[in-house]
């Protein structure tokens, strides 16, 4: 389920960004990983493919990771994502990440734009007039049929090899499909 959810999400990304010769969310652009609004919740199957992405890292990156995670305070604004590349302005983890990290410049929920400061001068322009967004809140309820959320300090914490290498579940254990 969440596989799919990615294809669907990263198709209506791809159309999107597409079909504006300008639109800021493209390799090096990383302003919103640098700004979290705050640290993610996601569901235990988005942790477990974060997980396997991790995993294909090497070592003394994973290393690096974690210690960019404990060194995270809660409540602390902006939070500077511990995945992003912050010399090449890139997601270390990109095949791998989160659905929020998707759908973040590509969606919309209730006509409030759930994007940056340099889509929204665009949105006000009147140069994305014809953008047809996707609605988050149909993405959200199908992430919420995936289980419950857990927080990034959560998930540390319960995973007792960090900082070293994420655990590694089997392939029977449920939460992916």
């Not at 990109?94 to 973040?104: D, H, K, L, N, S």
């Not at 410049?105 to 994007?115: H, K, N, P, Q, T």
């Amino acid at each position: 389920m969440l596989l799919q959810l990615h294809r669907e999400v990263d198709s209506r990304a791809s159309k999107i960004a597409s079909s504006q010769i300008h639109w800021p969310c493209r390799r090096g652009c990383n302003t919103c990983c640098r700004r979290l609004a705050e640290l993610p919740r996601l569901a235990r199957a988005e942790w477990d493919l974060l997980e396997e992405g991790l995993a294909r890292l090497p070592g003394p990156l994973q290393v690096q990771i974690g210690e960019r995670i404990h060194a995270l305070r809660p409540g602390e604004r902006p939070t500077v994502c511990p995945f992003l590349d912050r010399e090449a302005g890139s997601c270390l983890v990109y095949e791998y990440r989160p659905v929020a990290c998707r759908t973040y410049g590509f969606y919309v929920e209730r006509d409030r734009g759930l994007y940056c400061g340099q889509i929204q001068e665009r949105v006000n322009s009147g140069e994305f007039a014809g953008v047809v967004w996707g609605n988050v809140a149909g993405v959200e309820a199908r992430v919420e049929g995936l289980g419950e959320r857990i927080g990034l300090p959560e998930w540390v914490s319960d995973s007792p090899e960090w900082p070293l290498r994420p655990r590694r579940r089997s392939p029977a254990e449920p939460g992916r499909s």
